[in-house]
């Protein structure tokens, strides 16, 4: 079974600052999808990015970028420029490849005005 | 599109009562989804379908079944409802790429609280 690790509950940014969240995750498959998804206030789950695990380059979104490390299973969020809007609480998944989702414990991120 | 929607988006249920949480979704997509999301966690997979007239268990299915009668529609059935069962359930779906899967959508979830 995979697992999914966030290791920071809880992390804060400045404003027009950067930040990174973590993710680790454990699996013996080589063909596996990894996202981000964000949950605001309003719990509604938004897709922030996602990774193919078989493209070598990290993907990115405007001012959201990964840090894809296959071999260490690591994959890291990090939001440039931060908006007020940021602030929630972002769960990285792992989908092996059968649309069902395995998801981390979550980081909440305060942005500060 | 509507994309998922799920009713209700609150209910208050007694131990013991039964309910079903409604689903749809309008993308005509195959896979379709339930999970539930207890306070300070991550979602849980709790059933899941890959077509009409197919579906499997999850992480977390004891308490829960599901049918699929139609693409569009998977209700989430209660049988006899438990405080262990309070939390808020996320239906979603999502459709297959050629050589990979395609990301899952959610609908705005339901919170559930069994007293």
């Known amino acids: 079974a995979q697992t999914v690790t966030q290791s920071q509950p809880e992390m804060s940014v400045q404003e027009a600052e950067t930040v990174t969240l973590s993710c680790t995750y454990d699996t013996s498959e080589n063909n596996y999808y990894l996202f981000w998804y964000k949950q605001p206030p309003s719990r509604q789950m938004i897709l922030v990015i996602r990774q193919e695990a078989y493209k070598q380059q990290n993907a990115t979104e405007n001012r959201f970028s990964v840090n894809f490390q296959k071999a260490a299973k690591s994959f890291s969020l990090k939001i440039s420029d931060s908006q007020l809007g940021d602030t929630a609480m972002y769960f990285c998944?792992?989908?092996?490849?059968?649309?069902?989702?395995?998801f981390g414990g979550g980081t909440r991120l305060m942005v500060k005005p | 599109n509507a994309g998922v929607t799920q009713t209700p988006k609150f209910q208050v249920l007694k131990t013991g009562q039964s309910m079903t949480l409604q689903c749809a979704q309008d993308m005509n997509h195959e896979y379709m989804s339930w999970y539930r999301q207890d306070p300070g966690m991550g979602l849980r997979l709790i059933h899941y379908s890959v077509g009409a007239g197919i579906t499997d268990q999850g992480e977390v299915p004891n308490g829960y079944n599901v049918s699929r009668s139609t693409t569009e529609d998977f209700p989430l059935r209660l049988l006899s409802a438990a405080p262990s069962q309070t939390s808020v359930y996320f239906c979603?779906?999502?459709?297959?790429?050629?050589?990979?899967?395609?990301?899952?959508?959610f609908g705005p979830g339901t919170r559930l609280t069994v007293l």
């Open positions: 979603a779906s999502s459709s297959e790429l050629a050589g990979g899967t395609d990301t899952q959508y």
């Open positions: 998944a792992f989908d092996n490849a059968g649309n069902m989702l395995t």
